[in-house]
């Protein structure tokens, strides 16, 4: 999914050594769907050249507000105003202690700061993302203009934790391209879900024979992460409760791996109470072993295999869709229907039988361990196909979906 499609961002580079990362951002930004002109500052230019952003964003790169090329169409000789008409948005990565510092006071004895501050404030958001040593980083000066930037209405993202080019270790570098290139997207897409409390499952469970075998099935889990990650680009907190799965945890999305069925009931009826929407995303196993062995089951060389035998597992998402708070209106539950034909009925059938407002039908073959997949969504009301899609596109349709059917505050 292009993130960014139609988007213009100006990238402005103020110095820090993050600035090299600032490259493989601009590539991030291109490449999804987003045009980008960069400026730089002298400083900036101490640490990676002009000749490499203008590579790789295709345009020419300004870096002083005397700088009377054409700018942005036009031929007036004045870069910091042209540039930012056109903007999106504006992102400083690095925004170092000092570019903030200009900021603050809005001071613009260069191109990128004379830029920011003639920006029209409520057609083109500034975003930073900080780069700097850990001490100055927490230096109450630092931590001062960040506050007073923000309640200004500029978008001061997180900085990262870890090693630093100086050779010290704590807070301060630079997010990660992938970082921001997430945390601008999300900064763009609509909030659906502002102030609500998503609790999503996703992926399949485990249910133990002995410590080295079991039972599970091939969910792999996508569909329920990019759901977590959807809802938390719409602006709502998540929390995702994982089965055994590799996935990476979506941004900002809070995580609970669990492994068994009743494992996951435990972990989701521990976060059910906190939350506004239960989207039940996770290929729950219907069975599990009557009896886990605490020792592998070993051949004994008679031929004889051994022989299972299983006890239902609880119906967790049926159980929270019928508790006291779902039936006052204060859960939305979602649930999923994994079907193999007649997904129609199956998907209208479930949901009455679930007690949920919002049932998903999808054809399992079709979808488990892919990357796109087609949904049917079923309510009180009807059916609504979400024709074939990448699972992130299908997955920000259907948050839009939820959010679009939840009571009114
Ligand atoms: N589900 C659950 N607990 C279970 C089984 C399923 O919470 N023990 C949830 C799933 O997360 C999904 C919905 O119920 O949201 C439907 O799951 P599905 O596997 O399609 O249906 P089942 O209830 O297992 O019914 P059947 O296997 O007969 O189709």
């Known amino acids: 999914m292009n993130d960014l499609a139609g988007k213009h961002i100006v990238l402005g580079l103020s110095g820090g050594i993050a600035c090299y990362k600032a490259a493989e951002l601009c590539r991030a930004f291109i490449k999804a769907g987003a045009t980008v002109q960069v400026v730089m500052t002298e400083a900036a230019e ?82 930073l993302a ?22 200004d209405g500029t978008t001061v993202l997180d900085v990262g934790a870890g090693d630093q080019a100086c050779g010290e270790t704590g807070d301060g570098r630079m997010l990660e391209a992938d970082e921001l290139l997430y945390d601008v997207a999300r900064f763009f897409a609509p909030k659906h879900l502002a102030g609500q409390h998503v609790l999503v499952s996703a992926g399949p469970t485990f249910e133990a ?10 969910s792999s889990g996508k569909m329920g992460f990019a759901i977590a990650r959807a809802a938390h680009e719409a602006g709502a907190r998540v929390t995702l409760v994982a089965g055994p799965v590799g996935l990476s945890t979506p941004r900002g999305v809070e995580r609970v791996n669990v492994r068994s069925a009743l494992e996951m009931q435990r972990a989701l009826l521990a976060a059910c109470d906190q939350a506004s929407v239960f989207v039940s995303a996770a290929a729950v196993a219907d069975w599990r072993p009557a009896q886990v ?8 060389g008679s031929g004889e295999v051994p022989t299972l035998s299983f006890v239902e597992n609880p119906d967790i998402l049926a159980g929270i869709a019928t508790s006291p708070r779902a039936q006052a209106g204060a859960l939305y539950c979602v649930g999923f229907a994994a079907e193999s034909h007649d997904l129609l009925a199956h998907a209208q059938a479930k949901r009455v039988r679930k007690g ?36 992130r596109e299908l997955a920000c349709q259907l948050v839009a979906e939820i959010a679009r059917r939840l009571p009114a505050c």
């Open 130 to 151: 900080p780069a700097m040593n850990r001490e100055m980083w927490a230096h109450p000066a630092t931590q001062r203009n960040v506050a007073q930037l923000r309640a």
């Open 356 to 391: 949920v407002p919002l049932l998903v039908g999808n054809i399992g073959p079709d979808t488990f361990g892919q990357d796109d997949n087609a949904l049917l969504l079923v309510d009180g009301h009807g059916a609504t196909e979400l024709p074939r899609a990448s699972k």
């Open 209 to 218: 024979i002995d410590p080295v075998r079991g039972l599970t099935n091939l």
């Open 46 to 127: 101490q640490f990676i050249t002009a000749v490499t952003m203008q590579a790789l964003s295709g345009r020419p790169v300004f870096t002083s507000q005397w700088d009377a090329r054409t700018s942005a169409g036009v031929d007036n000789n004045m870069p910091h105003i042209n540039l930012s008409r056109e903007a999106d948005a504006i992102v400083i990565a690095p925004a170092s202690a000092d570019f903030m510092a200009k900021l603050l006071h809005g001071r613009a004895d260069d191109l990128l700061s004379l830029m920011c501050l003639a920006r029209p404030l409520d057609a083109v958001p500034l975003i």
């Open 293 to 300: 062995l605490d020792q592998k089951i070993k051949k004994d």
